[in-house]
């Protein structure tokens, strides 16, 4: 126990993560701001989504990123383009939900065989979800387009350092990608489809009426490798959370301008990105205001009521990912004990892969 507090506790140096984070900054800023001009803001959201491609693959050779990050993109545009098809065909929780188990399961299998990272469906799912939740009276096409064009932009951002690699970086010779773990592959998007539809039904069984976020939190600890690291995840996305639901209270207050809420999200965007890798709990604290905030583009709801809905499902699909996790993973004979095995995966975790 000891050990797990002095893990959470210590925050690894940044050097390495500011230039990544502050490109995947840029991928967000630039889309807000073209359609702030426009006065498309009813399609900030989407935009917002499309940019996330620039999470995938930071720290990967430019091509490699090249690759990742346009099999990423463009699944992105699709779950965009699926979810505001259920917002406008006024699909209810039970029907959302279901779409996304069958989404979750789906991208699990795509993202392990393209072998994407961060791994699993949690971007996608809450790409769907949240649109899908969101009112929208433009059409798909338009959603699609807009997602699209923030995916162009993180992968224009994400391969324009070749210019200066070329130049003073060596070529690194490719190795062959080993065959996919189909087993292994399905198992995990076993484990996807059971955490969604469970959290996402409690979820819709409470009321809170954001059954999303259950989803959300139920995806993401199970990105990390084992039974250990799983709890130690959800350690971090809850307290993460709860710290970044308390600072979303006082960020909500202000009534901010197009612009000054295009800047405000690119900034906490930034230092989530800072900390995603060196410490989990940290990137939430930024990352769940993002979350909170990216609606404020499209309608305003109670400040209290918001951020009471983003705790009490957040600490539902957390609670669901570590059971199921639980009855599903096997620790083989002779493997570390837990509590050896997820000593410093609290902070570098199932995230040591994300880039």
Known sequence: MLHHLRDFLSVPAGRG????????????????????????TDLTMCAIFGSLTGVFGRSEPHWRRLRHQTHSGALMCLTVAAGVSMSLAGRSDWE???????????????????????????????AFTATADAPFYGSVGEAALAAGGGALTAILLGIAGRLHARRHTPAVPR?????PMWPAILRHSGRYITAVAAAGSLAVLVGTGHSYWAMLAACAPIA???????????VHFLLGTYAGVLLSALLLQPDWTPV??????????????????????????????????????????PVGELTLDRA????????????????TTR?????????????????????ANRR
Do not use: C, K, N
């Open 17 to 40: 993560h500011r230039f990544p984070a502050a490109r995947v900054a840029a991928g967000l800023l630039i889309p807000l701001l073209v359609l702030i001009l426009l006065d498309r």
């Open 96 to 126: 959302v939900v279901a779409a996304a188990t069958l989404i979750a399961g789906v991208i699990s299998i795509a993202a392990d065989y393209l072998r994407v990272r961060p791994a699993g469906p949690f971007t996608y799912i809450f």
């Open 175 to 179: 190795t062959p990608a080993p065959p």
């Open 224 to 234: 990390a490798a084992d039974a250990a690291r799983t709890r130690l995840r959800a």
């Open 260 to 301: 000054q809420l295009a800047i405000l999200l690119t900034l906490l965007q930034f230092a989530g990105e800072v900390y995603v890798i060196r410490h989990y709990a940290l990137a939430m604290v930024f990352l769940t205001p993002v979350a909170l905030l990216m609606t404020g583009f499209l309608s305003s709801q």
């Open 312 to 327: 009490v499902e957040t600490t539902i699909g957390a609670a669901v990912a570590v059971v199921v996790v639980l009855l």
């Open 331 to 351: 620790r083989p004979a002779g493997s570390p004990r837990p509590e050896t095995a997820g000593r410093t995966a609290i902070t570098a975790g199932p995230e």
